[in-house]
């Protein structure tokens, strides 16, 4: 299974960015997608996830800002960002729970992760 993330880039304070992440390989389902985030000398955490009914959950410095979704015949989840913060600089990664096959267990399988840089 191999996650494919684009739409990063360099973008000024309250700008906005579209991420997007397809999914391909050997995919039998895919359960809940989202996105994490990296700042340098920090540690990753969790931007927004969606279940594949489309329930979502948010970090709190998100909420109000950034919106997730996803498109289940693409396998491609999106995270469309709004309002941008220079706090929001970070290489965003996304990632999809997801069985191979009908008798395999869901797995966690990541994207190597855009860079979102916002800066005037």
């Known amino acids: 299974v191999q996650l494919a993330e684009s739409g990063g880039g360099l973008v000024q304070p309250g700008g906005s960015l579209r991420l997007s992440c397809a999914a391909s390989g050997s995919i039998f389902s895919i359960n809940a997608m989202g996105w994490y985030r990296q700042a340098p000398g920090k540690e990753r955490e969790l931007v927004a996830t969606?279940?594949?009914?489309?329930?979502?959950n948010y970090a709190d410095s998100v909420k109000g800002r950034f919106t997730i979704s996803r498109d289940n015949a693409k396998n491609t989840v999106y995270l469309q960002m709004s309002s941008l913060k220079p706090e929001d600089t970070a290489v965003y990664y996304c990632?999809?729970?997801?069985?191979?096959?009908?008798?395999?267990?869901?797995?966690?399988?990541w994207g190597h992760g855009t860079q979102v840089t916002v800066s005037s």
């Open positions: 969606i279940t594949r009914i489309g329930r979502t």
């Open positions: 990632y999809a729970e997801t069985k191979i096959s009908l008798g395999s267990r869901y797995d966690d399988y």
